[in-house]
């Protein structure tokens, strides 16, 4: 059964995959753009997790997680950049991971696409990458995508956030999740917890009134959302 995080992560999900539906040119077997360099959030990795026990493959997520090459400590979160831009301050972007393809890949497809996070799930393209022709990704699906990170991470405040793999080796220590952790050197959870950082509650959207207008439907899709007899909107103001 899934937590109520998790539950409003998969309504978050729906309702972005609805809003983008056939505007992307995005197609399975597609995947120059899986890199090491994911950011996600404790939410998203306890979902994956959940994923891999269910299906009995934690010997396969111990190896996948050894195959990993090098990560780094996030210390700028979604919603750490908002704010320092809401201020008026200069934020330098930063990368967490690197450029080689992620080990989730299987013949050019993702062995965990129906729990992949969201900065997978909104990289999409206007054009088919090609080697030296990177991504083209609208300014409104940029926004857009921004703004649902900035809620996603809300989501998980206080939790861990950071790449992928530390995130998903900080969690491996969990009760629930033993089977995985007998099979990791210890050294690699230490490094998973090392690299991890702290997410933060929403600060404000970093929108230009133009780019809200276009964002807007998206956001009261989510906000309304409903799990159970209660909205996402009244889940993640505690209501
Ligand atoms: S972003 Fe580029 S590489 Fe990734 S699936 Fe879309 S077209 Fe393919
Ligand atoms: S998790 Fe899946 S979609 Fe995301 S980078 Fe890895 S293979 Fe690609």
């Known amino acids: 059964m899934l937590s109520l995080k998790e539950e409003v992560l998969q309504g978050i999900y729906e309702e972005f995959e609805q809003w983008i539906e056939e505007k992307s040119v995005c197609k399975k077997g597609c995947s120059a753009?899986?890199?090491?360099?994911?950011?996600?959030t404790a939410v998203e990795g306890e979902l994956i997790h959940r994923y891999v026990r269910d299906k009995g493959q934690e010997s396969w997520l111990?190896?996948?997680?050894?195959?990993t090459g090098k990560t780094r400590r996030v210390q700028v979160t979604t919603n750490s950049f908002a704010a320092s831009c809401l201020q008026g301050d200069d934020v330098i972007p930063e990368s967490y991971g690197n450029e080689e393809p992620c080990p989730f890949l299987k013949d050019n497809c993702c062995t965990i696409y129906d729990v992949r996070p969201f900065s997978c799930r909104c990289f999409i393209s206007e054009i088919v990458c090609k080697p030296g022709v990177p991504a083209e990704i609208g300014s409104t699906y940029l926004s857009a995508s921004?703004?649902?990170?900035?809620?996603?991470?809300?989501?998980g405040q206080g939790e861990y956030l950071g790449n992928m793999f530390d995130v998903l080796l900080a969690l491996s220590d969990l009760p629930e999740n033993r089977a995985l952790f007998r099979q990791?050197?210890?050294?690699?959870s230490d490094q998973g917890r090392a690299n991890v950082n702290k997410a933060l509650p929403l600060p404000g959207f970093l929108l230009i009134e133009e780019e809200m207008a276009k964002v807007?439907?998206?956001l009261e899709a989510i906000f309304s959302h409903k799990i159970g007899d209660r909205s996402i909107e009244d889940i993640l103001n505690n209501r």
């Open 33 to 40: 753009c899986c890199t090491q360099n994911v950011l996600i």
């Open 216 to 218: 807007q439907p998206l």
């Open 146 to 155: 921004s703004a649902v990170m900035q809620i996603i991470e809300h989501l």
């Open 62 to 67: 111990a190896a996948k997680l050894q195959e």
């Open 184 to 188: 990791l050197p210890a050294s690699l």
